[in-house]
């Protein structure tokens, strides 16, 4: 059985917002892209902030399949009238400065700082060999590293459909199915008489999901739940 996490059956075709995206697609070759937002263990920007964000941005350039990321400390990040040297450790001047640019960046800016929190902003560019396994190793990464994150994209949102498919196809027949045999055999007061009326449905639903695999269809969200 071919499983399809594409979510496009959820999108409206005739979105503004879909054309725009169509657009953005047309003239870059992708749309696809990951989002990733990380909660610094930080009150504001500091040279222990900043070795968090380079060793970041130092797992995320080893991801396979990655052909660009942009983050909020590159090896040497570029400001007006001046460069500051991340591969050693800043002077309170250059921190200072380095406060003030990202702030002069409003809405722009990779690396922010709201309400006593820092957060780091990525911007991951897959390649079509990326595995979205990689995904779950990034978010192993940031758990064990005790990081809060939020991530978005495309790949993202296809992991995580993936993921909802199999626990549907894992949990969902057995819990249906032990519910229908708790409710027949209230109702009926025979175990035999329970088994016999739910052979049936079983069958047929392991017939229809045997069709969809037999005529090359793939398993969505959504037509995992016809059964």
């Given at each position: 059985?071919?499983?399809?996490?594409?979510?496009?059956?959820?999108?409206?075709?005739?979105?503004?917002?879909?054309?725009?995206?169509?657009?953005?697609?047309?003239?870059?070759?992708?749309?696809?892209?990951?989002?990733?937002?990380?909660?610094?263990?930080?009150?504001?920007?500091?040279?222990?902030?900043?070795?968090?964000?380079?060793?970041?941005?130092?797992?995320?350039?080893?991801?396979?399949?990655?052909?660009?990321?942009?983050?909020?400390?590159?090896?040497?990040?570029?400001?007006?009238?001046?460069?500051?040297?991340?591969?050693?450790?800043?002077?309170?001047?250059?921190?200072?400065?380095?406060?003030?640019?990202?702030k002069s960046m409003g809405k722009l800016s990779t690396l922010v700082e709201k309400n006593n929190n820092l957060y780091g902003i990525y911007t991951l560019f897959p390649d079509k060999e990326f595995d979205n396994k990689e995904i779950k190793k990034l978010e192993t990464f940031l758990k064990e590293n005790n990081y809060s994150y939020s991530i978005s994209g495309d790949a993202y949102m296809q992991q995580k459909?993936?993921?909802?498919?199999?626990?549907?196809?894992?949990?969902?027949?057995?819990?249906?199915?032990?519910?229908?045999?708790?409710?027949?055999?209230?109702?009926?007061?025979?175990?035999?008489?329970?088994?016999?009326?739910?052979?049936?449905?079983?069958?047929?639903?392991?017939?229809?999901?045997?069709?969809?695999?037999?005529?090359?269809?793939?398993?969505?969200?959504?037509?995992?739940?016809?059964?």
């Amino acid at each position: 059985i071919d499983l399809n996490p594409d979510f496009d059956i959820f999108k409206l075709k005739e979105s503004k917002y879909q054309k725009e995206l169509d657009k953005m697609a047309a003239k870059f070759g992708s749309e696809d892209q990951l989002l990733v937002q990380i909660e610094v263990p930080d009150t504001s920007i500091s040279n222990q902030s900043i070795n968090q964000l380079k060793n970041i941005q130092s797992y995320i350039d080893g991801i396979n399949g990655i052909r660009f990321s942009s983050g909020p400390i590159s090896l040497r990040t570029m400001m007006p009238g001046q460069k500051i040297d991340f591969s050693k450790d800043l002077t309170q001047e250059e921190v200072e400065n380095l406060k003030n640019y990202y702030k002069s960046m409003g809405k722009l800016s990779t690396l922010v700082e709201k309400n006593n929190n820092l957060y780091g902003i990525y911007t991951l560019f897959p390649d079509k060999e990326f595995d979205n396994k990689e995904i779950k190793k990034l978010e192993t990464f940031l758990k064990e590293n005790n990081y809060s994150y939020s991530i978005s994209g495309d790949a993202y949102m296809q992991q995580k459909i993936m993921d909802y498919i199999m626990i549907i196809l894992s949990f969902l027949p057995a819990t249906a199915l032990f519910l229908i045999l708790m409710v027949f055999r209230s109702q009926m007061g025979s175990i035999k008489a329970t088994v016999l009326s739910v052979i049936p449905s079983g069958i047929a639903s392991l017939i229809v999901l045997g069709i969809v695999g037999w005529i090359g269809k793939p398993v969505s969200i959504i037509t995992v739940l016809a059964p």
